[in-house]
């Protein structure tokens, strides 16, 4: 089974520009969700998607968007960077089935990509 | 407001030794607890994790324990490798949410294994 994939590993912007990020989940995954991870910050939720809608919303400014097609392949974008968006931007898959979780204690188990570095100038 | 808080951002040991890697929490309406280990240019992956109604959950090396009146938890690996070398980072979800995909992690610790 493949993994999560996310394009573009690697990206530099300057300030104001604007980016999009993809994730293609594992199939069959039907929940994406997004983390910014900065130096010191740890991972930070962004939000997460789930048949098309967005279910979950971390504390970030609207400038963070995200969308999630019918396939389950989602995309995030970044509008009018500024130098603080540098960070890496992981995706997450996970089946979310009813009845939760997919580990044996019960809990939820993310399964993340390999992130998409962004460098904002 | 950092909700899970791992105090420790490094740990070095030796090879063969006991790692135990800390997380504090302060949300007492988180259900599930989580460990996730980092390599470098690698997305972090899965190890072990934890119901709120446990108090200790074991996977062969790996076992984590949870204190609930402490709001603490711990991750702890015997023995130690030098492939566990990695940023571990620590998460939670909230009560009756256990099929979100939103949880709340922490900054992250360091270990180190020495050969």
């Known amino acids: 089974k493949a993994g999560v994939t996310q394009t573009p590993r690697y990206l530099i912007k300057t300030r104001g520009q604007q980016v999009t990020l993809s994730c293609s989940p594992i199939s069959g995954h039907r929940s994406v969700s997004w983390y910014q991870q900065t130096p010191g910050q740890g991972l930070q939720f962004l939000f997460e998607y789930f048949s098309e809608t967005q279910r979950n919303k971390g504390n970030f400014p609207g400038r963070f968007s995200g969308r999630q097609f019918s396939n389950s392949r989602s995309e995030m974008n970044v509008s009018t960077l500024e130098l603080g968006d540098s960070a890496l931007y992981l995706c997450?898959?996970?089946?979310?089935?009813?009845?939760?979780?997919?580990?044996?204690?019960?809990?939820?188990?993310?399964?993340f990509g390999a992130g998409s570095r962004l460098t904002v100038l | 407001d950092q909700q899970v808080k791992q105090n420790s951002p490094s740990l070095s040991v030796q090879e063969g030794r006991i790692s135990i890697l800390n997380c504090d929490y302060t949300n007492s309406m988180f259900d599930y607890f989580l460990w996730y280990k980092k390599y470098p240019a690698e997305g972090p992956t899965f190890l072990i994790s934890i119901s709120s109604i446990k108090d200790k959950n074991e996977d062969g090396r790996f076992t984590v324990f949870l204190n609930k009146s402490a709001k603490h938890l711990s991750l702890h690996i015997v023995p130690s490798q030098p492939g566990d070398s990695a940023v571990y980072f620590c998460?939670?979800?909230?009560?009756?949410?256990?099929?979100?995909?939103?949880?709340?992690f922490g900054q992250g610790t360091t270990l180190q294994v020495k050969p």
């Open positions: 997450a898959s996970s089946f979310r089935g009813p009845g939760g979780g997919s580990s044996k204690s019960g809990a939820n188990v993310l399964t």
């Open positions: 998460a939670a979800s909230r009560n009756g949410s256990s099929n979100t995909g939103k949880l709340i």
